[in-house]
């Protein structure tokens, strides 16, 4: 008998295999974002389906508040002239297309509340995720998205509790409930993305343009809580920006962004008001007090606020002091940094805070510190 030679022990992979293994590698890489998003987008669409039946019949407004509108903007009516849309024209308009395409049914603007709440608060956590990272956007905003989609699916599957932790702040910032509250507060996102697009490349007159003109279409377009804080606030920020790094053109850039945010808030007021922005605003700011009467009608005086303690009992009650002393820290490190990534991060906190303190001193306290908790 004869033995069998030992095999030879493989060599070492020569530079071909390991250039194709590393080819592989990368176009794995490259398509991880792709997979992420899309997963996102199955669990929003998912969710959506899942509750488009589940048409809420026991309070005055909620899904038929949100229809009503819908109904009407399909109907050809405008904004101002036709009727007053008490939770703003943009948010309600977001979700038109989405409703159109599916039929128009009730059902279905259940469907494209639901979905399109799951989106801005995918889209609300990769934005700061870019932000935070600062370094390839798409891969750390599909991450991002992907990560609060897995928390969605968690809670419905494996960890109910997470619905009503922390005072239920997940189903605040994931269920677009009576009045699209996750809708109306993606606003300063919408903003911080677009200042983002657009400045970490530099600062030039056109790109001062832009955020200016986003800033006062946002600011006129969404709900009253919202929309002026976010894109005012954030005027001011780029304002400071510019001023702190001394970037330029510094005047005539800033008197471009300050223009095209007049000019913005003008043309979007009158576009989607048919010319009627005086009167939506007078609704806005004055008549709307008549009008949503269960709103602003005789709550008690703990529900009010009358002093600073006020706001801050209320803010305690919410645990909203907690991510307050989160801000002040995250405003400190970006003024120290001077980043644009950070000082925007600063700005969702100051914007979502603002939000909420705008809906509280202007009607009364019912859980509107939920962003602000939810950035913290």
């Known amino acids: 008998m004869t033995s069998a030679s030992p095999r030879p022990a493989p060599g070492p992979a020569g530079p071909g295999a390991r250039a194709e293994a590393t080819g592989i590698a990368s176009r794995l890489l490259a398509a991880l974002p792709a997979v992420l998003l899309l997963f996102a987008l199955v669990v929003a669409v998912a969710q959506a ?16 508040q949100t229809a009503s509108g819908l109904f009407r903007l399909a109907d050809g009516q405008l904004p101002g002239r036709d009727f007053f849309p008490y939770l703003g024209i943009a948010p309600v308009l977001l979700l038109l297309p989405l409703v159109t395409l599916l039929g128009g049914e ?39 998205a992907a990560a609060a989609a897995l928390l969605v699916v968690a809670a419905d599957t494996v960890w109910p509790g997470l619905w009503t932790a922390a005072d239920g702040v997940l189903e605040a910032a994931a269920v677009p409930g009576n009045s699209l509250r996750p809708i109306r507060a993606s606003a300063p996102y919408l903003l911080a993305a677009v200042a983002y697009a657009a400045l970490r490349g530099g600062w030039t007159v056109r790109r001062a343009a832009v955020v200016g003109a986003s800033a006062g279409a946002v600011a006129v377009l969404w709900s009253n809580d ?65 009008d949503q009467f269960w709103y602003f009608g005789p709550w008690g005086e703990p529900t009010r606020v009358f002093s600073a303690g006020d706001l801050l009992r209320i803010m305690a009650g919410e645990r909203a002091l907690y991510p307050l002393a989160l801000l002040v820290g995250v405003a400190a490190y970006a003024l120290v940094r001077r980043g644009l990534g950070s000082l925007l991060v600063t700005y969702l906190g100051a914007a979502t805070l603002l939000g909420g303190v705008t809906a509280t001193v202007g009607g009364h306290a019912f859980a509107y510190f939920w962003a602000f908790v939810w950035w913290g």
């Not at 799951?118 to 798409?138: C, D, M, N, Q």
Request: charged share 15%; aromatic share 10%.
């Open 226 to 290: 919202y929309g002026p804080v976010s894109g005012a606030l954030l005027l001011g920020v780029v304002t400071y920006q510019v001023l702190r790094r001394g970037w330029v053109p510094r005047l005539r850039g800033l008197a471009v962004l300050w223009g095209a945010a007049a000019a913005g808030y003008l043309v979007a007021g009158l576009a989607a008001t048919a010319g009627h922005l005086a009167t939506l605003l007078a609704y806005n700011f004055l008549d709307v007090r008549a």
């Open 49 to 64: 389906r899942r509750w488009s039946h589940e048409v809420p019949t026991w309070h005055m407004d909620g899904a038929f």
């Open 106 to 144: 009730l059902t279905d603007t259940v469907f494209a509340a639901r979905f399109v709440a799951l989106l801005t608060l995918e889209a609300g956590v990769g934005v700061v995720a870019v932000l935070l990272s600062g370094r390839r956007p798409l891969r750390a905003l599909a991450w991002g």
